[in-house]
C-alpha cells in the first residue's frame, strides 16, 4: 500500500515504488489518490487544461483515470465525505478509460506546475557535511516541501516525531554554511526557520 496520485509520482518518488512493485511482482494498493481532497478541486487555469482534454470528465475523475492507466494497481482507498462523492466515484468506475499517452504527458505537466514553489533540492548532500549541527538537510527540505505543498497535514509532524529533536529544523542555527556550498543556491536557513514556524503554527 503506497501513496499514489498524479502529483507524487515524481513528488514522492511514487513511479519508482511502482516499478519496485512490479519488479517483485506485488499488487500495488494505493492510498491518497486524491491527495486528502487537493486533487479533487483545481485551480481554473488547471481545469481548464484538463476540460480540454475530457470535456465531460470531472476533476476528481482524473486522479482515477490517472490510477486506472497503471496496470499494477488493483486497489484504490479513497476517502468520501458525503453520499454525492460516493456516487460520483461509483459512476467513474463504472467505466475503465485509462489516459492516452498524449493526455498522461500534460497531466504530468500540470502535476509538475502545481509543484512550481517548492525547493528544488537534488539531495547531493554537499550541505550536510558544512552543517555544524549534523543536520539531514535533505531530507528536512523534502518534509518542507511536503508540508508546503500539502498546507500542513500530518505527514511531517508525523515524520519528524521518528527524529532526535535535535535534528528538527529548529536547530538550525541560521550559520549559512550550508547555502555557501548548496549547488542550487537554495536559502536553506530561511527554509528551516520557515518550517519551524509552520510546524508551531
Not at 44 to 56: C, I, V
Not at 97 to 109: F, H, I, Q, S, Y
Request: with cysteine.
Amino acid at each position: 500500500q503506497i501513496q499514489l496520485n498524479y502529483v507524487d509520482w515524481s513528488f514522492q518518488n511514487a513511479k519508482e515504488k511502482v516499478e519496485l512493485l512490479k519488479e517483485y511482482n506485488i499488487p500495488v494498493w494505493v492510498m491518497e489518490p486524491l491527495r486528502g481532497g487537493k486533487l479533487a478541486t483545481l485551480q481554473e487555469q488547471e481545469t481548464k487544461a484538463l476540460k480540454a482534454m475530457r470535456p465531460d470528465e470531472e476533476i476528481p475523475a482524473w486522479a482515477f483515470r490517472f490510477l486506472q492507466s497503471i496496470p499494477e494497481v488493483t486497489m484504490i482507498l479513497s476517502g468520501m465525505s458525503n453520499a454525492e462523492q460516493m456516487k460520483a466515484n461509483i459512476e467513474t468506475f463504472e467505466t475503465d478509460k485509462p489516459l492516452t499517452d498524449t493526455e498522461m504527458k500534460n497531466l504530468l505537466a500540470i502535476a509538475d506546475g502545481m509543484l512550481n514553489g517548492t525547493l528544488p533540492c537534488t539531495a547531493c548532500h554537499y550541505c550536510t557535511s558544512h552543517c555544524p549541527k549534523g543536520l539531514d538537510i535533505p531530507m528536512l527540505l523534502n518534509l518542507y516541501n511536503e508540508h508546503s505543498f500539502t498546507g500542513g497535514g500530518f505527514i511531517a509532524p508525523m515524520a519528524l516525531s521518528a527524529v532526535p529533536q535535535d535534528k528538527w529544523p529548529s536547530a538550525c542555527i541560521g550559520c549559512r554554511s550550508c547555502e555557501k556550498v548548496c549547488p542550487q543556491q537554495i536559502k536553506i536557513s530561511e527554509a528551516m526557520a520557515d518550517f519551524t514556524r509552520r510546524l508551531n503554527g
